[in-house]
Nanobody, 115 residues
């Protein structure tokens, strides 16, 4: 059974930074494209960033230059470093493979950015 557990969210002021972590079990991390998604209140879940097994990550335009995705396959962990945070980054953040698989969604971690 695959489990993806996100952590690291919290309340931060605009302009601040935070790092999210996602630890996976029951999944062969190193062969999958891993991704971070987010869902803001009243909005659909959207892709934030994805990182392939080889090659460069890709970012949504809204976070490009501010967020950095990375992975440590030895720890089955994917990270999202978030800098210069904005109130519009407020959302629940999830990790999943890319494309997302419905059975892999975890609880997510809440990020709230105050202005």
């Amino acid at each position: 059974q695959v489990q993806l557990v996100e952590s690291g969210g919290g309340l931060v002021q605009a302009g601040g930074s935070l790092r999210l972590s996602c630890v996976g079990s029951g999944i062969v991390f190193r062969i999958n494209i891993m991704a971070w998604y987010r869902q803001a209140p009243g909005k659909q879940r959207e892709l934030v960033a994805k990182i392939p097994t080889v090659g460069s990550p890709n970012y949504a335009d809204a976070v490009k230059g501010r967020f950095t995705i990375s992975r440590d396959n030895t720890k089955n962990t994917v990270y999202l470093q978030m800098d210069s945070l904005k109130p519009e980054d407020t959302a629940v953040y999830y990790c999943n493979i890319w494309p997302a698989w419905r059975d892999y969604w975890g609880q997510g971690t809440q990020l709230t950015v105050s202005s």
